[in-house]
């Protein structure tokens, strides 16, 4: 009964590969999200995406892409996987409410990449 | 757009001891403040939020101050204990359903 989860848990390839991360959320929200947490263990937003808009963190380049096959899906696909792609990736969802516009986030368990 | 600045980036104290992040954001239309812990290898799990509309909240050993004319907030942990080690980070964001903007953590030990 896990909320957010996320498959693989580890995921080793090589330089120029095209890998995907798969994320699924229980909890019925709206709003999912995908994360980076460097080495330096810094997180930083990449995409968010609800029933009606996608926004796109500018400075993640165009080789990553979010898919939504339904509400309760966000995979991240990525092309021509590179070095400095190495990194933690986590989901997250929340809800919009109007009555409580300030909802929490629910994060998966992350996903370890690393481009040998 | 919104920048967050958090201090100091590692803490060590003495259990039993009291500890204090403070981080400061850019942007005056964040509403929402949540911090969250990040244990070693597992996800960040919210401890404690905080809305623009309240300037101070509590629960249990861990309370949240705000200070929106300054565009400054703080987390406070009492009587901290050995599990409260861990990296704590801040976050500021319009909402709670916009993506956050993270501080760049503070990884607290508790000595025992």
């Known amino acids: 009964d896990t909320a957010v989860s996320q498959t693989p848990k580890y995921l080793v390839t090589q330089m120029g590969n095209d890998k995907s991360i798969k994320c699924e959320q229980n909890l019925g929200h709206d709003t999912m999200y995908w994360y980076k947490q460097d080495s330096k263990k810094f997180l930083k937003i990449m995409f968010s995406?609800?029933?009606?808009?996608?926004?796109i963190n500018e400075t993640v380049p165009n080789r990553f892409s979010p898919k939504s096959p339904d509400k309760a899906h966000l995979n991240l696909h990525i092309n021509s996987l590179e070095l400095g792609d190495s990194a933690v990736y986590f989901c997250a969802s929340s809800q919009a409410s109007g009555s409580s516009p300030y909802n929490e986030q629910f994060f998966g368990p992350g996903t370890r990449l690393t481009v040998l | 757009g919104e920048n967050v600045e958090q201090h100091p980036s590692t803490l060590s104290v003495q259990e039993g001891d009291s500890a204090v992040i403070k981080c400061t954001y850019s942007d005056s239309a964040s509403n929402y403040f949540p911090w969250y812990k990040q244990e070693l290898g597992k996800r960040p799990q919210l401890i404690i939020d905080i809305r623009s509309n309240v300037g101070e909240k509590k629960d249990q050993r861990i309370a949240v101050t705000l200070n929106k004319t300054a565009k400054h907030f703080s987390l406070h942990i009492t009587e901290t204990q050995p599990e409260d080690s861990a990296v704590y980070f801040c976050?500021?964001?319009?909402?709670?359903?916009?993506?956050?903007?993270f501080g760049k953590g503070t990884r607290l030990s508790v000595i025992a």
């Open positions: 976050a500021a964001s319009l909402s709670g359903n916009t993506p956050l903007v």
């Open positions: 995406y609800n029933n009606k808009e996608l926004i």
